[in-house]
T-cell receptor, first 111, second 112 residues
Framework: QKEVEQNSGPLSVPEGAIASLNCTYSDRGSQSFFWYRQYSGKSPELIMFIYSNGDKEDGRFTAQLNKASQYVSLLIRDSQPSDSATYLCAVLDNAGNMLTFGGGTRLMVKP | DTAVSQTPKYLVTQMGNDKSIKCEQNLGHDTMYWYKQDSKKFLKTMFIYSNKEPILNETVPNRFSPDSPDKVHLNLHINSLELGDSAVYFC???????????FGPGTRLTVT
């Protein structure tokens, strides 16, 4: 069974710090990886996607992918209280059909 | 303009009833999805439709039946509702299966 694992948290960081969110996956053939943010009572919202090994930066967000280690991470620089949410890692299976979501990491940014 | 919309937003019903949730997307996407998010917040794929055709039924009971009259709509019909069906159901769409998905606002279903 394909699995995506995340530490449920909460991960608490002070405002202005770097938040580091991690995710591991079991399907070695996976090619596409996504990070979604979900505020309480709201729907998941796409933050970033990454397909290639290495880093991908978008504003304050950096996604990192290491396929050899089956590891993907999301860094949030200059964390703001508005970043407080649950962050979901999602992995597309190698058939390109189905997203498997991790259980999410709850991030709390304290002013 | 709402990209992916769902109705109703809340649904409270009794065990044994039949209910439907409607989903519509105006993004011009070809692929649509239904997800279930339980109380522990795990999001699980239920169905995937591509160009109105079913691609995946991820071990969902037969009581759940989607229908896609066109590429814009993917509705979810649930028969003989059970307590365990209580959850938030999300509809989503994407340009194609390999691309990022955009989620609707969700329908919170409560079965009493």
């Amino acid at each position: 069974q394909k699995e995506v694992e995340q530490n449920s948290g909460p991960l608490s960081v002070p405002e202005g710090a770097i938040a580091s969110l991690n995710c591991t996956y079991s399907d070695r053939g996976s090619q596409s990886f996504f990070w979604y943010r979900q505020y309480s009572g709201k729907s998941p919202e796409l933050i970033m996607f990454i397909y290639s090994n290495g880093d991908k930066e978008d504003g304050r967000f950096t996604a990192q992918l290491n396929k050899a280690s089956q590891y993907v991470s999301l860094l949030i620089r200059d964390s703001q209280p508005s970043d407080s949410a649950t962050y979901l890692c999602a992995v597309l299976d190698n058939a390109g059909n189905m997203l498997t979501f991790g259980g999410g990491t709850r991030l709390m940014v304290k002013p | 303009d709402t990209a992916v919309s769902q109705t109703p937003k809340y649904l409270v019903t009794q065990m044994g009833n039949d209910k439907s949730i409607k989903c519509e997307q105006n993004l011009g996407h070809d692929t649509m999805y239904w997800y279930k998010q339980d109380s522990k917040k795990f999001l699980k794929t239920m169905f995937i439709y591509s160009n109105k055709e079913p691609i995946l039924n991820e071990t969902v009971p037969n009581r759940f039946s989607p229908d896609s009259p066109d590429k814009v709509h993917l509705n979810l019909h649930i028969n003989s509702l059970e307590l365990g069906d209580s959850a938030v159901y999300f509809c989503a769409s994407s340009k194609d299966r390999e691309y990022e998905q955009y989620f609707g606002p969700g329908t919170r279903l409560t079965v009493t």
